[in-house]
């Protein structure tokens, strides 16, 4: 009875780490919103204000992407020389990232039962080396980054979600996730994949129940990697 009433005492909300991992986030990347920069990929693009459908034809033709235009080009079209609206929009870029932390760790809370490993967990994921370009970096990688990387997302989580919220057959699930990550795999194909990080540990922690569906997610992601 005491060691309950204990952790009854300790327990704390969701919503403080929540905060916490913003705010920790936040002074992590502070820096970003405090100088002005450019980056080498920047030097044709900012001020150029060139028209959406230009950039749309000119990239499909180039890259085989077309949808990767639409974003970068909204960016730096609103941003052009004004300082002030660079600084806005990195802000948004980072607010879309902690958003991003944050459903992260509420499915690594909702597996693991623990909010506090499910905290130090993403706080040292996004403050890693390979995540810290995705606050910093220039117009063009996250107009394409923040698309590709909430789409795999989506992907993952309407084909792991219960089939109460979408009661649709298995493989209507699959034909959705494959389409979802091609629409991806249009804007960032690394961060198209991004879903691989949750997959990773659903698959580490629950394959009785998981690693069937994990084999037709990871072969729809294949399909879609072979015929991007």
Known sequence: ??????????????????????????????????????????????????????????????????????????????????PARIRLVRLFNFAANALLAVVLFRFLRKH????????FVILLFMSQTAMQPVVGYSFQFLASLQPAAWLSLGAFFLYFSDRRKFNFPDWLRLAFVFVILMAAMQFYQ?????????????????WGRSGKKAWRYLLASGA???LS
């Open 112 to 119: 693991s039962g623990s909010a506090a490993f499910s905290f």
């Open 1 to 82: 009875m005491g060691n309950r009433q204990i952790q009854n005492r300790i327990h704390i909300p969701d919503w403080v780490w929540i905060v916490l991992l913003a705010v920790l986030l936040l002074l992590i990347y502070f820096s970003v919103f405090t100088s002005d920069y450019l980056i080498n990929d920047e030097l044709d693009e900012i001020g150029s204000l060139r028209p959406i459908g230009a950039r749309v034809v000119d990239t499909y033709f180039r890259f085989g992407r077309g949808l990767f235009s639409i974003p970068v080009g909204l960016l730096y079209n609103f941003a052009g020389l004004d």
């Open 190 to 206: 690394a961060f198209a994949l991004f879903s691989m990080i949750p997959l990773a540990y659903l698959v580490l922690s629950d």
């Open 224 to 226: 879609v990697i072979v």
